[in-house]
Protein backbone atom coordinates (compact mmCIF):
# COMPACT_ATOMS: atom_id res chain seq x y z
CA UNK A 1 0.00 0.00 0.00
CA UNK A 2 1.79 3.19 -1.15
CA UNK A 3 1.38 5.91 1.81
CA UNK A 4 0.70 9.34 0.31
CA UNK A 5 1.60 12.73 1.78
CA UNK A 6 -1.45 14.95 2.32
CA UNK A 7 -4.05 14.63 -0.50
CA UNK A 8 -3.70 18.20 -1.32
CA UNK A 9 -0.24 17.86 -1.86
CA UNK A 10 -0.45 14.47 -4.08
CA UNK A 11 2.43 11.77 -4.18
CA UNK A 12 6.32 12.93 -3.84
CA UNK A 13 7.38 12.03 -7.44
CA UNK A 14 10.55 12.40 -8.57
CA UNK A 15 11.81 12.10 -12.46
CA UNK A 16 15.04 10.52 -12.65
CA UNK A 17 17.22 10.73 -16.09
CA UNK A 18 20.69 9.60 -16.74
CA UNK A 19 22.74 12.26 -18.21
CA UNK A 20 22.01 15.71 -19.52
CA UNK A 21 24.84 16.38 -22.36
CA UNK A 22 22.97 17.42 -25.43
CA UNK A 23 19.43 18.36 -26.28
CA UNK A 24 19.07 15.18 -27.66
CA UNK A 25 16.13 12.28 -28.34
CA UNK A 26 16.23 11.35 -24.70
CA UNK A 27 16.49 14.83 -23.04
CA UNK A 28 13.52 15.69 -25.31
CA UNK A 29 11.64 12.77 -23.54
CA UNK A 30 12.50 14.16 -20.09
CA UNK A 31 11.82 17.78 -21.19
CA UNK A 32 7.89 16.80 -21.65
CA UNK A 33 8.07 14.30 -18.78
CA UNK A 34 8.98 17.31 -16.67
CA UNK A 35 6.00 19.12 -18.54
CA UNK A 36 3.53 16.49 -16.90
CA UNK A 37 4.68 16.61 -13.53
CA UNK A 38 5.39 20.37 -12.43
CA UNK A 39 6.33 19.77 -9.46
CA UNK A 40 8.51 16.96 -9.02
CA UNK A 41 11.89 16.96 -8.06
CA UNK A 42 14.22 16.16 -10.80
CA UNK A 43 17.17 14.03 -10.62
CA UNK A 44 20.17 12.57 -13.39
CA UNK A 45 23.38 11.17 -12.93
CA UNK A 46 25.33 14.52 -14.56
CA UNK A 47 24.19 17.56 -16.06
CA UNK A 48 26.51 19.74 -18.29
CA UNK A 49 25.35 23.21 -17.51
CA UNK A 50 25.09 24.58 -20.84
CA UNK A 51 22.07 22.58 -22.39
CA UNK A 52 19.14 23.98 -22.50
CA UNK A 53 15.51 22.37 -21.45
CA UNK A 54 12.68 23.86 -20.44
CA UNK A 55 12.43 22.23 -16.81
CA UNK A 56 9.90 25.00 -15.30
CA UNK A 57 12.81 27.18 -13.67
CA UNK A 58 13.16 23.60 -11.54
CA UNK A 59 16.89 22.55 -11.06
CA UNK A 60 18.58 19.11 -11.19
CA UNK A 61 20.31 17.36 -8.74
CA UNK A 62 23.01 15.25 -10.19
CA UNK A 63 25.12 12.42 -8.44
CA UNK A 64 28.64 12.22 -7.13
CA UNK A 65 29.80 11.60 -11.00
CA UNK A 66 28.78 15.02 -11.95
CA UNK A 67 32.03 16.54 -12.24
CA UNK A 68 33.34 13.55 -14.27
CA UNK A 69 30.96 14.16 -16.44
CA UNK A 70 33.39 14.89 -19.80
CA UNK A 71 34.93 11.17 -18.72
CA UNK A 72 31.66 9.26 -19.51
CA UNK A 73 33.55 6.07 -20.63
CA UNK A 74 35.52 5.85 -17.48
CA UNK A 75 32.45 5.78 -15.51
CA UNK A 76 29.92 3.64 -16.87
CA UNK A 77 31.40 0.67 -14.63
CA UNK A 78 30.37 3.21 -11.39
CA UNK A 79 27.32 4.03 -12.81
CA UNK A 80 24.97 1.95 -10.16
CA UNK A 81 26.97 2.80 -7.56
CA UNK A 82 26.51 6.22 -7.92
CA UNK A 83 22.88 5.97 -8.12
CA UNK A 84 22.53 4.23 -4.64
CA UNK A 85 25.02 6.53 -3.33
CA UNK A 86 22.74 9.43 -4.69
CA UNK A 87 19.59 7.97 -2.42
CA UNK A 88 21.60 8.46 0.80
CA UNK A 89 23.16 11.74 -0.23
CA UNK A 90 18.92 12.77 -0.89
CA UNK A 91 18.00 11.64 2.02
CA UNK A 92 14.33 11.34 0.34
CA UNK A 93 12.47 8.77 -0.55
CA UNK A 94 9.35 9.48 -3.31
CA UNK A 95 5.94 7.73 -3.76
CA UNK A 96 6.17 7.68 -7.52
CA UNK A 97 9.86 7.82 -9.47
CA UNK A 98 9.26 7.77 -13.32
CA UNK A 99 13.07 7.18 -15.11
CA UNK A 100 14.11 7.72 -18.09
CA UNK A 101 16.12 4.83 -18.42
CA UNK A 102 19.13 4.06 -21.38
CA UNK A 103 22.37 3.10 -18.97
CA UNK A 104 21.94 2.44 -15.37
CA UNK A 105 19.10 4.59 -14.09
CA UNK A 106 16.68 2.33 -12.57
CA UNK A 107 19.59 1.52 -10.00
CA UNK A 108 18.23 4.81 -8.74
CA UNK A 109 16.95 3.63 -5.11
CA UNK A 110 15.01 7.35 -4.81
CA UNK A 111 10.99 5.21 -4.35
CA UNK A 112 10.05 4.94 -1.34
CA UNK A 113 8.86 1.17 0.55
CA UNK A 114 5.49 0.45 -1.14
CA UNK A 115 5.80 3.28 -3.83
CA UNK A 116 5.37 2.97 -7.30
CA UNK A 117 8.92 3.10 -9.90
CA UNK A 118 7.68 3.84 -13.39
CA UNK A 119 10.77 3.44 -16.08
CA UNK A 120 10.49 4.32 -19.36
CA UNK A 121 13.25 2.65 -21.66
CA UNK A 122 14.75 4.19 -24.56
CA UNK A 123 17.57 1.38 -24.49
CA UNK A 124 18.65 -1.63 -22.09
CA UNK A 125 22.28 -0.31 -22.11
CA UNK A 126 23.85 -1.53 -25.08
CA UNK A 127 27.47 -1.27 -24.54
CA UNK A 128 26.41 -4.42 -21.83
CA UNK A 129 24.01 -6.16 -23.45
CA UNK A 130 24.03 -5.54 -27.06
CA UNK A 131 28.02 -4.58 -27.66
CA UNK A 132 27.55 -5.11 -31.55
CA UNK A 133 25.21 -1.84 -31.29
CA UNK A 134 27.86 -0.01 -28.97
CA UNK A 135 31.25 0.16 -29.56
CA UNK A 136 32.24 0.92 -25.82
CA UNK A 137 31.20 -2.56 -24.95
CA UNK A 138 34.11 -4.10 -26.50
CA UNK A 139 36.73 -1.71 -24.99
CA UNK A 140 39.23 -3.41 -22.29
CA UNK A 141 37.73 -1.51 -19.37
CA UNK A 142 34.28 -2.66 -19.81
CA UNK A 143 34.72 -6.06 -21.83
CA UNK A 144 35.66 -8.27 -18.16
CA UNK A 145 32.98 -6.38 -16.50
CA UNK A 146 30.23 -7.03 -18.62
CA UNK A 147 28.59 -10.23 -16.91
CA UNK A 148 28.72 -7.88 -13.63
CA UNK A 149 27.26 -5.19 -14.72
CA UNK A 150 24.48 -7.26 -16.55
CA UNK A 151 23.88 -9.16 -13.45
CA UNK A 152 23.68 -5.55 -11.55
CA UNK A 153 21.29 -4.32 -14.23
CA UNK A 154 18.96 -7.48 -14.22
CA UNK A 155 18.89 -7.18 -10.56
CA UNK A 156 17.56 -3.24 -10.93
CA UNK A 157 14.90 -4.29 -13.41
CA UNK A 158 12.98 -6.47 -10.71
CA UNK A 159 12.53 -3.45 -8.66
CA UNK A 160 11.03 -1.51 -10.92
CA UNK A 161 6.81 -1.54 -10.86
CA UNK A 162 6.25 -1.72 -14.94
CA UNK A 163 8.03 -0.53 -17.80
CA UNK A 164 6.85 1.10 -21.35
CA UNK A 165 9.59 1.10 -24.68
CA UNK A 166 9.96 4.04 -27.07
CA UNK A 167 9.68 1.10 -29.99
CA UNK A 168 8.49 -2.49 -30.25
CA UNK A 169 12.35 -2.98 -31.03
CA UNK A 170 13.16 -1.82 -27.58
CA UNK A 171 10.03 -3.77 -25.97
CA UNK A 172 11.64 -7.03 -26.96
CA UNK A 173 14.90 -6.07 -25.87
CA UNK A 174 13.47 -5.71 -22.31
CA UNK A 175 11.79 -8.76 -21.95
CA UNK A 176 15.35 -10.51 -23.18
CA UNK A 177 17.74 -8.81 -21.13
CA UNK A 178 15.50 -8.34 -17.98
CA UNK A 179 12.58 -11.25 -18.35
CA UNK A 180 9.73 -8.45 -18.28
CA UNK A 181 6.85 -6.92 -20.63
CA UNK A 182 7.08 -3.47 -21.70
CA UNK A 183 4.28 -1.55 -23.14
CA UNK A 184 5.07 0.73 -26.23
CA UNK A 185 4.74 4.66 -25.81
CA UNK A 186 7.22 6.06 -28.97
CA UNK A 187 8.78 9.24 -27.98
CA UNK A 188 7.67 12.34 -28.48
CA UNK A 189 8.00 14.92 -32.06
CA UNK A 190 7.41 18.23 -32.52
CA UNK A 191 5.68 18.00 -35.66
CA UNK A 192 4.32 21.22 -36.26
CA UNK A 193 7.66 23.18 -35.27
CA UNK A 194 9.22 21.16 -38.27
CA UNK A 195 5.81 21.34 -40.61
CA UNK A 196 6.11 25.09 -40.16
CA UNK A 197 7.35 27.04 -43.45
CA UNK A 198 10.74 28.97 -43.76
CA UNK A 199 13.21 31.24 -44.73
CA UNK A 200 15.71 29.94 -47.08
CA UNK A 201 18.83 31.55 -44.96
CA UNK A 202 21.73 28.49 -45.52
CA UNK A 203 23.37 28.62 -49.16
CA UNK A 204 23.28 24.95 -50.16
CA UNK A 205 23.71 23.05 -53.45
CA UNK A 206 20.74 22.24 -55.48
CA UNK A 207 18.79 18.42 -54.78
CA UNK A 208 21.18 17.81 -51.71
CA UNK A 209 20.97 14.45 -49.52
CA UNK A 210 21.28 15.00 -45.94
CA UNK A 211 22.68 12.97 -42.89
CA UNK A 212 21.72 14.23 -39.65
CA UNK A 213 22.92 13.41 -36.62
CA UNK A 214 25.92 12.70 -33.70
CA UNK A 215 29.39 12.50 -34.88
CA UNK A 216 29.89 9.01 -33.77
CA UNK A 217 30.90 5.70 -35.61
CA UNK A 218 27.71 3.57 -35.43
CA UNK A 219 25.64 6.81 -37.22
CA UNK A 220 27.56 6.01 -40.58
CA UNK A 221 28.01 9.72 -41.71
CA UNK A 222 31.03 8.34 -43.71
CA UNK A 223 28.67 5.62 -45.77
CA UNK A 224 26.34 8.25 -46.31
CA UNK A 225 29.13 10.29 -48.04
CA UNK A 226 30.09 7.39 -50.33
CA UNK A 227 26.49 6.84 -51.07
CA UNK A 228 26.01 10.46 -52.33
CA UNK A 229 29.50 9.89 -54.30
CA UNK A 230 27.81 6.49 -56.14
CA UNK A 231 24.98 8.63 -57.05
CA UNK A 232 26.81 11.94 -58.10
CA UNK A 233 24.46 14.07 -55.42
CA UNK A 234 25.92 16.55 -53.24
CA UNK A 235 25.64 15.81 -49.38
CA UNK A 236 25.25 17.90 -46.36
CA UNK A 237 26.12 15.94 -43.01
CA UNK A 238 25.57 17.88 -39.87
CA UNK A 239 26.02 16.98 -36.34
CA UNK A 240 28.41 17.37 -33.44
CA UNK A 241 30.96 15.13 -32.03
CA UNK A 242 34.64 13.32 -32.21
CA UNK A 243 34.56 12.40 -36.25
CA UNK A 244 34.33 15.83 -37.04
CA UNK A 245 37.86 15.87 -38.45
CA UNK A 246 37.64 12.47 -39.91
CA UNK A 247 34.51 13.79 -42.01
CA UNK A 248 35.74 17.11 -43.05
CA UNK A 249 38.94 15.16 -44.35
CA UNK A 250 36.99 12.49 -46.29
CA UNK A 251 34.77 15.52 -47.51
CA UNK A 252 37.88 17.37 -48.81
CA UNK A 253 38.30 13.74 -51.00
CA UNK A 254 35.11 13.56 -51.84
CA UNK A 255 34.05 13.39 -55.74
CA UNK A 256 31.29 15.73 -54.64
CA UNK A 257 29.94 18.23 -53.07
CA UNK A 258 30.08 17.68 -48.96
CA UNK A 259 29.08 20.28 -46.61
CA UNK A 260 29.68 19.25 -43.00
CA UNK A 261 27.81 21.10 -40.70
CA UNK A 262 29.34 21.24 -36.64
CA UNK A 263 26.69 22.09 -34.31
CA UNK A 264 24.05 23.38 -36.07
CA UNK A 265 21.35 25.38 -34.77
CA UNK A 266 17.79 24.05 -34.27
CA UNK A 267 16.63 26.61 -36.53
CA UNK A 268 19.57 25.12 -39.29
CA UNK A 269 18.20 21.75 -38.17
CA UNK A 270 14.85 22.30 -39.23
CA UNK A 271 15.86 23.82 -42.39
CA UNK A 272 18.49 21.29 -43.83
CA UNK A 273 15.14 18.60 -43.22
CA UNK A 274 12.72 21.21 -44.91
CA UNK A 275 14.77 21.57 -47.92
CA UNK A 276 17.15 18.05 -48.41
CA UNK A 277 15.43 16.12 -51.25
CA UNK A 278 16.04 12.41 -48.90
CA UNK A 279 17.35 12.12 -45.44
CA UNK A 280 20.37 9.21 -45.39
CA UNK A 281 20.00 7.21 -42.20
CA UNK A 282 22.30 4.70 -42.09
CA UNK A 283 22.21 3.26 -38.86
CA UNK A 284 19.73 0.57 -36.46
CA UNK A 285 18.39 3.29 -33.67
CA UNK A 286 16.66 1.82 -30.56
CA UNK A 287 13.66 4.79 -32.20
CA UNK A 288 15.54 7.21 -34.32
CA UNK A 289 13.46 10.48 -33.62
CA UNK A 290 15.32 11.89 -36.97
CA UNK A 291 13.26 10.15 -39.53
CA UNK A 292 10.28 11.31 -37.72
CA UNK A 293 11.24 14.96 -37.63
CA UNK A 294 12.14 14.40 -41.35
CA UNK A 295 8.69 12.94 -42.43
CA UNK A 296 7.06 16.23 -40.39
CA UNK A 297 9.24 18.23 -42.42
CA UNK A 298 7.57 16.50 -45.85
CA UNK A 299 11.20 14.73 -46.49
CA UNK A 300 11.50 11.42 -47.42
CA UNK A 301 14.24 8.67 -45.63
CA UNK A 302 16.21 5.80 -46.05
CA UNK A 303 16.73 3.81 -43.83
CA UNK A 304 17.25 -0.01 -42.17
CA UNK A 305 14.14 -2.08 -42.16
CA UNK A 306 15.51 -2.87 -38.62
CA UNK A 307 15.35 -1.13 -35.32
CA UNK A 308 12.64 2.35 -34.69
CA UNK A 309 12.98 3.27 -38.60
CA UNK A 310 11.17 -0.06 -39.39
CA UNK A 311 8.29 1.40 -36.81
CA UNK A 312 8.38 4.21 -38.01
CA UNK A 313 8.74 5.00 -41.97
CA UNK A 314 6.41 3.31 -44.09
CA UNK A 315 8.31 1.66 -47.20
CA UNK A 316 7.35 3.04 -50.79
CA UNK A 317 5.23 5.78 -48.40
CA UNK A 318 7.02 7.79 -46.37
CA UNK A 319 10.43 6.50 -47.63
CA UNK A 320 12.54 3.32 -48.53
CA UNK A 321 13.65 0.89 -46.11
CA UNK A 322 16.50 -1.26 -46.91
CA UNK A 323 18.08 -4.81 -45.83
CA UNK A 324 21.47 -4.00 -45.65
CA UNK A 325 23.59 -1.26 -44.66
CA UNK A 326 25.74 -1.38 -48.14
CA UNK A 327 26.35 1.24 -50.46
CA UNK A 328 24.03 -0.34 -53.50
CA UNK A 329 21.09 -0.96 -51.51
CA UNK A 330 21.59 2.54 -49.69
CA UNK A 331 21.92 4.43 -53.35
CA UNK A 332 19.17 2.31 -55.09
CA UNK A 333 16.92 2.51 -52.17
CA UNK A 334 17.07 6.71 -52.91
CA UNK A 335 15.57 7.28 -56.29
CA UNK A 336 12.13 5.20 -54.42
CA UNK A 337 12.04 7.49 -51.71
CA UNK A 338 12.70 10.51 -53.69
CA UNK A 339 8.92 9.28 -55.62
CA UNK A 340 7.04 9.62 -52.15
CA UNK A 341 5.15 12.31 -51.56
CA UNK A 342 5.57 15.03 -49.26
CA UNK A 343 1.70 15.19 -47.41
CA UNK A 344 1.87 11.27 -46.96
CA UNK A 345 5.41 12.27 -45.01
CA UNK A 346 3.49 14.85 -43.06
CA UNK A 347 0.52 12.56 -42.20
CA UNK A 348 2.78 9.59 -40.98
CA UNK A 349 4.70 12.31 -38.73
CA UNK A 350 1.17 12.99 -36.71
CA UNK A 351 1.29 9.52 -35.14
CA UNK A 352 4.21 10.27 -32.77
CA UNK A 353 2.34 13.80 -31.91
CA UNK A 354 3.66 15.31 -28.80
CA UNK A 355 0.32 14.96 -27.35
CA UNK A 356 0.21 11.43 -28.23
CA UNK A 357 3.12 10.87 -26.50
CA UNK A 358 1.42 12.70 -23.59
CA UNK A 359 -2.08 10.81 -24.33
CA UNK A 360 -0.02 7.22 -23.68
CA UNK A 361 2.01 8.23 -20.84
CA UNK A 362 -1.24 9.21 -18.70
CA UNK A 363 -3.16 6.32 -19.45
CA UNK A 364 0.49 4.41 -18.89
CA UNK A 365 0.64 6.19 -15.72
CA UNK A 366 -3.04 6.14 -14.53
CA UNK A 367 -3.09 2.13 -15.02
CA UNK A 368 -0.44 1.41 -12.60
CA UNK A 369 -1.53 4.31 -9.73
CA UNK A 370 -5.10 3.53 -10.03
CA UNK A 371 -5.22 0.33 -7.45
CA UNK A 372 -2.16 1.49 -5.90
CA UNK A 373 -2.99 4.76 -3.95
CA UNK A 374 -5.36 4.96 -1.19
CA UNK A 375 -6.79 8.24 -2.09
CA UNK A 376 -7.09 8.25 -5.92
CA UNK A 377 -8.63 11.61 -6.27
CA UNK A 378 -6.76 14.84 -4.71
CA UNK A 379 -8.57 18.35 -4.30
CA UNK A 380 -7.34 19.97 -7.34
CA UNK A 381 -10.54 19.42 -9.31
CA UNK A 382 -10.67 15.81 -9.09
CA UNK A 383 -7.09 14.92 -10.61
CA UNK A 384 -6.09 11.95 -10.08
CA UNK A 385 -2.88 11.81 -7.47
CA UNK A 386 0.23 11.29 -9.27
CA UNK A 387 -1.33 11.01 -13.04
CA UNK A 388 -0.01 13.65 -15.05
CA UNK A 389 -1.62 16.61 -16.29
Known amino acids: MVVMGT ?12 WIAARAGAEQVFEVLAGLWPRADLHALTAEPGV ?18 HHRALTLPLMPAAWAAHARDVQRSYDLVVTSHHAYATSNRLVAPGGVHLAYVHTPARYVWNPELDGRGTSALLTPARRALAAVDRRAARGVTAFAANSAEVARRVERCWGREAVVVHPPVDV ?12 LPEGFLLALGRFVPYKNHLLAVDVAERLGRPVVVAG ?25 STATVRELLRRADVLLFPTVEDFGIVPVEAMASGTPVVAPARGGSGETVLDGVTGALVEALDVHELAAAVARAQACRPQDCRRRALAFDVDRFRERVRAWVAGHLDDRLDDP ?13
Open 52 to 69: RLDLGGRAVRTTALDPWR
Open 240 to 264: RGPLLADLRARAATARVPVVVLDGP
Open 377 to 389: LDDRGGDRAGVPR
Open 192 to 203: AAFAADGPDTLE
Open 7 to 18: PAAGPRTALVHE
